[in-house]
């Protein structure tokens, strides 16, 4: 069933404002009632990696969590309490141990400050700031989590310098400073900037964020507050065996979570690893050159030529290239890209291409998606692409559309795929997860 450009453009203004409900999950401390979109630095725009285009794009990073009613205040406040007393996991020689919250987001622990403070962080490959709670924040969000109090570091050297980042939903502010972050056991950063927020806003309130701060793992050309990021310091003091770091994300909770392995990797995978070139110099980009749907030889990433056809905000080249970068991010739920290639994939395998609601007992006798990225097919399983909330016994697919000219490789494609990154070489490895 092919679908008319004046099709797809209603769905790409009515998919916008359609909400996908969830259900609540008293087994994990994240509330589903309905869902919002988070985007991490994505309102500020970047050039298109400041090489092809005088154009821009914003970078959209996206959380799928629950509202937070004010109704349910005291749930929250116990929450706090909980999220403020609870053990950290332990930081092991090399390793960041991820903790999985309902294939969401990800967390993990760091130490900022000498004795190290501790905080739980999402490591976010989709950006490149290290910030977490300030102790002079007046923001829920920051009474509800842990905060950084640097009267109590003998190495914290405090600065002049402001930060702000505006989110799609949400913003933070805070003072940048400089201090020791521990990394994992043996990864000890001795000058790293930070920033701790003086004000938060109700994106990152629990229960919706359990998390403390992020974490980014993306080049310095693409920090807020012309800061050196986290990645480059390791390089720079020399802090790594080998220049790179490996990724694992499990899907579901039951499964031991995920784990960030710095200065080196998974060698088991070695002889598996497809390696692709990274797209400029802000985050983890590369090139998306089509999707395909089984075996059949149709390319569903066309999406570029209608948008072109509907927008005079940028030319049609500009256009064009941007729409065909895929960033590779753990900061975000979902798969996101444009409205018109998403909705013909979904009305291909009989998706309802608002909803992304599929019978579940089509999931059988569906075929796998390949994504050609970087010049390398990639592809994606039923059971990956397809989510089976067996709570409400409802299908969807795990892909959303946004208005950006990007596509952003989310949660369920890393789940599916060991990923590791060559800080020095600006190289993507990926292989299939075992």
Not at 12 to 33: G, N, P, W, Y
Not at 260 to 275: A, C, N, R, V
């Amino acid at each position: 069933m092919k679908l008319t450009p004046i099709a797809l453009f209603a769905i790409l203004q009515l998919a916008a404002s359609a909400a996908v409900k969830l259900e609540d999950d008293d087994a994990v401390d994240v509330d589903s009632d309905d869902w919002s979109v988070i985007g991490q630095t994505g309102a500020k725009n970047h050039l298109t990696y400041g090489e092809e285009t005088q154009g821009g794009f914003t970078i959209p990073l996206y959380l799928k969590n629950g509202l937070d009613p004010e109704s349910k205040r005291k749930r929250r406040l116990e929450r706090s309490r909980r999220m403020k007393n609870f053990a950290e996991k332990p930081l092991s020689n090399n390793n960041a141990i991820l903790t999985n919250v309902k294939d969401y987001y990800y967390y993990g622990y760091i130490g900022i400050g000498n004795p190290p403070q501790k905080f739980s962080v999402v490591f976010d490959t989709g950006s490149s700031n290290i910030w977490v709670p300030g102790d002079m924040c007046p923001s829920s969000a920051c009474n509800e989590h842990r905060r950084f109090n640097q009267s109590q570091s003998t190495t914290f050297l405090a600065s002049t310098q402001k930060i702000q980042i505006q989110y799609g939903t949400g913003f933070i502010a805070g003072d940048i400073g400089v201090d020791t972050v521990q990394v994992a056991g043996s990864l000890v950063l001795q000058n790293q900037s930070f920033a701790a927020t003086s004000l938060e806003d109700k994106t990152f309130e629990l229960p919706r964020s359990q998390f403390d701060g992020l974490f980014g793992l993306g080049f310095t050309g693409g920090a807020e507050g012309n800061v050196r990021s986290p990645i480059d310091t390791m390089l720079e003091e020399n802090k790594l065996k080998e220049p790179l770091f490996g990724i694992k994300l499990f899907r579901g909770s039951q499964r031991g979570n995920g784990e960030i392995t710095f200065g080196t990797y998974d060698k088991s995978y070695s002889g598996q690893l497809d390696w692709i070139d990274v797209y400029g110099n802000i985050f983890w980009a590369t090139t998306m050159e089509g999707i395909f749907y089984g075996d059949e030889p149709q390319n569903y990433l066309y999406g570029a030529d209608k948008i072109n056809a509907e927008s005079g905000s940028l030319t049609p080249q500009e256009k064009a290239r941007a729409s065909r970068k895929a960033l590779l991010d753990t900061g975000s739920s979902l798969i996101y890209g444009d409205p018109f290639s998403l909705a013909a994939m979904s009305t291909r395998i009989g998706a309802n291409p608002l909803s992304g609601e599929i019978p579940c007992s089509a999931v059988a006798s569906l075929k796998p998606f390949h994504f050609v990225i970087g010049g390398k097919r990639f592809s994606m399983k039923p059971e990956e692409y397809i989510f089976h909330d067996p709570a409400t016994g409802i299908c969807e697919v795990q892909w959303m559309p946004v208005s950006e000219y990007l596509w952003v490789m989310g949660i369920p494609f890393l789940q599916s795929h060991y990923t590791v990154y060559n800080i020095k070489d600006h190289r993507i490895g990926l292989a299939r997860m075992k």
